[in-house]
């Protein structure tokens, strides 16, 4: 689906295409591609990197084409992964911008509804790619906030009841943090690589430029410490599952030990030999004390040392 973007006091939906608008295209059809291909003569191979789930931020020039790949996070329940990050790519000449996302987003729509209600206009192609690498900063912290609160509902789950779906939980979430780590680093590089193409003043607003950085930064700053935190949580339960594996362990020990005790008695005097006590009357009570009386030392010597 594709809208065409003029920027006013923020952007505004038009019917068609205007000169220095913003055609933004999601989930693009084959009728999409074409019209991209044959109305604006946008290069093919960029729609194909673009394509590309695994293509990293990078820049490329195809004759007046610039392309600027960047990643931006997505929730995504298809892999079994609450969070993962996709490619946006941006292609821009000396006349227009064009945006194409393979996968429906929230971050677009709120980045246009952000332009409306702060009324923020966008001088150049530049300013629009600043921005967008600003938005996806500002998302990638959204979703780090709900990683962490999924993090902290599924330590509360884990102290009444460890439980392998609530192990792996938290694994799928460190799988989303690696992902949201290396997108986050992979556009910073990309901020240098633009500052250095658009180095007349006419294009760098160093504000704005500024303001992506640390944006980033702290992005970048915030998935580390949620990650070690993540990864922490789940060294701290593993050691708990294997304290609480040896503790069953010691108390299965433990019961064998104390039943082995009568069993053994029972087995001596089952033999086929004298035994001494045919001629005794109590011979049976006699042997049943026995085994209690060591079964009982047994057990609580087994509870001295803790192990019961």
Not at 53 to 75: A, F, H, K, M, S
Not at 78 to 91: A, D, Y
Not at 274 to 291: C, V
Request: aromatic share 12%.
């Amino acid at each position: 689906m594709r809208t065409f973007l003029y920027c006013e006091a923020g952007f505004v939906e038009k019917d068609q295409w205007l000169p220095n608008s913003w055609v933004n295209v999601e989930c693009p059809t084959p009728e999409d591609i074409h019209y991209l291909t044959n109305q604006f003569n946008v290069p093919e191979s960029f729609l194909s990197d673009i394509a590309d789930t695994d293509e990293r931020p990078r820049i490329e020039y195809e004759g007046n084409w610039l392309l600027t790949i960047i990643r931006i996070p997505v929730q995504s329940q298809e892999q079994g992964i609450p969070f993962t990050t996709i490619p946006l790519g941006i292609m821009t000449n000396n006349e227009i911008i064009i945006s194409v996302c393979y996968y429906k987003t929230e971050l677009i729509p709120d980045f246009i509804r952000y332009t409306r209600r702060k009324e923020v206009v966008v001088r150049h192609k530049y300013d629009l790619i600043l921005r967008l690498i600003h938005s996806s900063a500002v998302w990638f912290l959204k979703y780090l906030k709900q990683i962490n609160n999924e993090v902290a509902h599924a330590e509360k789950a884990l102290e009444k009841s460890i439980r392998n779906e609530d192990l792996l939980r938290l694994m799928k979430l460190e799988k989303s943090m690696v992902y949201f780590n290396t997108s986050i680093r992979g556009n910073e590089v990309m901020i240098g690589r633009l500052k250095n193409i658009f180095q007349d003043t006419d294009y760098l607003d160093m504000e704005l430029l500024e303001d992506v950085i640390i944006e980033l930064k702290q992005a970048y700053n915030t998935v580390n410490i949620y990650s070690d935190i993540l990864t922490g949580t789940m060294d701290a339960f593993a050691s708990i599952i294997s304290n609480n594996v040896n503790a069953i362990m010691k108390r299965m020990t433990s019961l064998s030990i104390t039943l082995m005790i009568p069993t053994l008695i029972a087995s001596f005097y089952g033999m086929n030999v004298d035994i001494h006590l045919d001629g005794f009357p109590y011979a049976f009570i006699f042997i049943i004390l026995i085994s209690v009386i060591l079964s009982a030392g047994t057990f609580i010597w087994f509870r001295k040392i803790k192990w019961f």
